[in-house]
């Protein structure tokens, strides 16, 4: 490849969600965050009790979020915040995203979703979950939602390491191994490059409220990283899917 090579993806050179939003539902999809007080397996003692050494709910619960409320006030909070953040948008759908939203009694699953579905400026859900805790049952129930309304099913495949990070990174910073900016840039395009090409992508990466954050320091804001690595895809002449091999179970 070089880097005059015609991407199929367009100057973005990875298969965007973003893109696919706006063609098929003609604009911005905007996630309201709510929290509807489920815990995880994690947690509860069920597989462990702690959480995973690196699940923060804090870093990515919205300031104007107040737990305690029902969740009809919840979006409605939301509402009030985005609308004036992202004005114009035309349809919204409620983030479950702490902890395990599948992870309940069904009853009590259903009821929070349809509390949710109830608003009329909510066009439909994307529920964070763990691939255990998804019974037939659930996922039955978010096909027959799906028949009329946006259902985003997030399932976090992540590793699990009771030791607590941040004390092992202060006693001894050898001891974590952290990217830096270009590092963490050119393993995103190494592995963009190898992954299917039908396969979107929501976002290539994520942030933590600065106090919350000891490591890594780059001097890098969130929306800099996907035009960085978009660069670095036209460096190379390459794009999504350009390397992928189909018989490699990892990145089907
Ligand atoms: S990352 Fe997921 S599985 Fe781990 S503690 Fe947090 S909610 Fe539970």
């Known amino acids: 490849m070089t880097p005059e090579a015609i991407s199929p993806f367009g100057e973005r050179r990875y298969h965007a969600w973003n893109e696919h939003v706006k063609t098929r539902y003609g ?83 259903r009821a929070c979703y349809e509390e949710a579905l ?15 805790c998804l019974p037939d049952k659930v996922l039955d129930y978010l096909a027959a939602l799906a028949r009329e309304h946006i259902i985003e099913l997030e399932i976090g495949v992540e590793s699990c390491n009771d030791v607590a990070l941040a004390r092992e990174l202060q006693r001894d910073p050898d001891a974590v191994l952290l990217l830096g900016e270009q590092d963490c840039t050119n393993l995103l395009a190494d592995f963009i490059e190898r992954l299917s090409p039908n396969i979107l992508l929501q976002r290539v990466g994520s942030e933590v409220p600065p106090a919350q954050k000891l490591a890594p320091l780059w001097n890098l804001r969130l929306s800099e990283l996907a035009p960085r690595l978009t660069a670095e895809l036209a460096r190379r002449g390459s794009w999504q899917g350009c390397r992928y091999r189909p018989g490699d179970p990892a990145l089907r």
């Open 27 to 109: 604009g911005r999809v905007q996630k309201v965050s709510v929290v509807a007080g489920f815990t995880c397996p994690n947690r509860d003692g069920l597989v462990g009790t702690g959480g995973c050494t690196f699940c923060n709910n804090a870093s990515f619960t919205p300031g104007y979020l107040n737990r305690r409320q029902p969740i009809a006030e919840q979006i409605a909070a939301g509402l009030d915040f985005l609308q004036w953040r992202y004005p114009g948008t035309q349809r919204y759908i409620a983030y479950f995203q702490s902890y395990s939203n599948t992870y309940g009694e069904f009853e009590r699953l």
């Open 118 to 132: 109830a608003h009329p400026q909510i066009s439909g859900l994307a529920t964070g979950t763990r691939p255990d």
